[in-house]
């Protein structure tokens, strides 16, 4: 017998390989995120579980993407 669900099971046993942060969590420290980013640190490292968030999440995408053109917009003036 077939058992199409075990795989599915088991992942949902094992949890998420990684952990992801909220949206609440994501808003209050983006632009924190978005400095890491732009002074070239490992933003990713210092602040885990938002690379995944962003991926998953377009409406903290597009918040990332707009302060990140904000920020670095007047960096470079
Ligand atoms: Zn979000």
């Known amino acids: 017998m077939r058992r199409p669900d075990l795989k599915q099971s088991l992942g949902r046993l094992l949890g998420p390989p990684e952990r992801e942060i909220g949206c609440d969590e994501c808003f209050e420290q983006l632009d924190r995120y978005v400095e890491l980013e732009l002074a070239g640190r490992d933003a990713d490292a210092l602040l885990p579980g938002f690379r995944p968030h962003l991926a998953g999440c ?13 920020v670095g917009g007047q960096q470079a003036l």
């Open 58 to 70: 377009p409406a903290c995408r597009e918040e990332h993407e707009s302060l990140r053109a904000l």
